[in-house]
């Protein structure tokens, strides 16, 4: 959807008068007939948007629809977005977690497993947090 706000360089809760008063600034800037065959055929391109832009904004009826639809688009694509933004920091939790459950084993916790007093040790320890977590009275 494009933004007429940005196009008419207008911010969204300008007046009618500031509206028309930036259109004609824009019409006197960017009119195809002011420059030469090169760079007419951008200049109408930027001319019917610009037209376009103010034919919707320049009715109060077709403005308000025209607001509702962007304030829709607008919440649908924030919810997206974070839908999107929690599943890759969830991705990314996930990976580092693996990686750093691998950094602690291999050079960490490997060199000591060769003793049996380290493996016994490591079991209790375990064992230990084990009953600490299920030893919990149930809320």
């Given amino acids: ?3 007429y706000y940005k196009i008419l360089q207008i911010h969204p809760e300008a007046s009618l008068e500031v509206m028309n008063n930036a259109y004609r600034a ?3 800037q960017y009119h ?3 420059y030469h065959s090169h760079r007419k055929g951008p200049m109408t391109e930027m001319m019917q948007d610009i037209n376009e832009a103010y034919q919707v904004l320049s009715n ?3 403005r308000a629809d025209y607001d509702r639809r962007c304030r829709e688009g607008l919440q649908s694509s924030q919810e997206g977005a974070t839908q999107a933004i929690s599943l890759t920091s969830t991705l990314k ?3 580092l977690w693996g990686v750093g459950t691998y950094v602690v084993v291999k050079f960490l916790l490997a060199p000591f497993m060769s003793s049996p007093l380290v493996k016994a040790m ?3 320890g375990l ?3 084990w009953i600490r977590f299920y030893a919990r009275p149930k809320r």
Wanted: charged share 25%.
């Fill in 1 to 3: 959807m494009k933004d």
């Fill in 26 to 28: 824009l019409v006197r």
């Fill in 32 to 34: 195809p007939d002011l």
């Fill in 60 to 62: 109060p009826t077709t």
């Fill in 93 to 95: 939790r996930i990976a």
């Fill in 122 to 124: 490591l079991l209790l």
């Fill in 127 to 129: 064992l230990f947090l």
